[in-house]
């Protein structure tokens, strides 16, 4: 199976839409929660687990993988799939985000993103065409072009600079990607996707769209709206660069994963999400409910005998009531982590679920 878009329903009050996308290691439903696997494991939480909650993607981290172990001893174990041993689709971002988190540690310039590793401390250079190579040798489904990410907040100056400089290297691993994959429609091959910039300047992020779009992707990542900007800035960002974006190429609005952002995003025609979210306030004792997010950890819970959300068909609230989980946690049980990042990753996998039948049934509003 190749890369394949496919728009099965449209919201008729929106840009809502509800998809298909095929590769070669499976279908995903769209929209589609990627739960993020950084060091190419999902923290807490095994591939089988992953499957059983209903994941149909997982994302892993370039820089890191760079890092730890290396892109080349991954290509000996036959790719991140084997590596790893799951058998779904992939998605490798281009570590972009994660330079532009170093502040100190990293020097940008046309050339590329020149860091010092925070692990052993050796610097490195990152050019476009060496993150090709990279996350070709690591085999994810589909991977993603070099970008900069601006902070929030920047001037404007410093966006427009982003922006260039993010289309100049989208060329380049345009570029190498054709070379080092000539045959990009052939079965097993990746897909790159290319990363809109702009920070909270409108016009800039139509800039950056309609480049992106010149230089021709089969898919658009959307960047920098998780770096601390207002919340009420997002859909206004979306709707300056996702009509520009072809209409029947996948989109995926990176880092942003809070149930009531994902729902906004989805009114505004994206197609893919991630997030460390639920994973990481469960480390921090907290899990997500239709009321809301809740710390385990309040004493309210200490003799609840029911789950954590009643109704809920994960395992955690299966088998598991609030008040033995918030025992785990206060006796620093890993299984309390485990449960609880299950718990939020399987609200995530319902919640997308939910949306994809609202928008196929014409239903209810989402």
């Known amino acids: 199976m190749v890369f394949k878009f496919e728009i099965l329903k449209k919201d008729p009050k929106s840009r809502a839409r509800a998809g298909k996308l095929y590769t070669s290691h499976g ?29 149909e993607i997982m994302l892993s981290n370039t820089y890191h993988l760079f890092l730890r172990p290396g892109h080349e001893l991954i290509k000996k174990f036959g790719g991140i799939h084997k590596f ?12 972009g985000f994660q330079i532009f988190s170093l502040g100190g540690l990293r020097k940008l310039t046309d050339e590329g993103a020149t860091f010092t590793s925070h692990i052993d401390g050796k610097k490195h250079l990152l050019t476009p065409e060496r993150i090709m190579e990279i996350e070709l040798a690591i085999g994810a489904d589909i991977i993603m072009a070099l ?12 966006a427009r600079v982003a922006v260039e400089r993010t289309t100049k290297w989208a060329r380049r691993c345009k570029d190498s990607f054709n070379k080092l994959q000539p045959d990009a429609k052939r079965v097993g091959s990746s897909t790159l996707f290319g990363i809109v910039q702009g920070s909270v300047y409108p016009d800039l992020r139509k800039r950056s769209a309609e480049e992106l779009v010149e230089i021709g992707f089969d898919g658009y990542g959307i960047g920098g709206l998780s770096v601390g900007e207002p919340r009420s800035v997002i859909g206004e960002m979306l709707d300056a660069q996702v009509p520009i974006l072809p209409e029947g190429a996948p989109k995926h609005l990176m880092g942003v994963g809070y149930p009531e952002d994902i ?7 994206i197609d893919l999400f991630d997030c460390v979210i639920p994973t990481r306030i469960a480390r921090h004792g907290t899990f997500l409910s239709k009321q809301g997010r809740q710390a385990v950890k309040n004493a309210r819970f200490t003799q609840q005998t029911s789950p954590l959300e009643p109704g809920c068909d994960c395992y955690a609230c299966k088998n598991f009531s609030a008040g033995y989980i918030r025992h785990l946690l206060m006796a620093s049980e890993i299984l309390a982590i485990t449960l609880l990042s299950i718990h939020n990753l399987r609200f995530m996998m319902t919640l997308m679920a939910q949306i994809r039948s609202a928008i196929l049934e014409e239903s209810r509003e989402f």
Request: one cysteine or more; hydrophobic letters at 35%; proline letters at 10%.
């Open 27 to 55: 279908v995903i439903n769209t929209p589609a929660f990627m739960p993020v696997g950084t060091q190419g494991t999902v923290k807490s939480v095994t591939p089988l687990q992953l499957k059983e909650l209903g994941a």
């Open 263 to 269: 729902l906004e995003a989805v009114k505004h025609g």
């Open 147 to 158: 970008d900069e990410c601006a902070p929030y907040p920047c001037e404007k100056k410093q």
């Open 84 to 95: 790893i041993s799951w058998d779904k689709p992939m998605l490798t971002d281009s570590g």
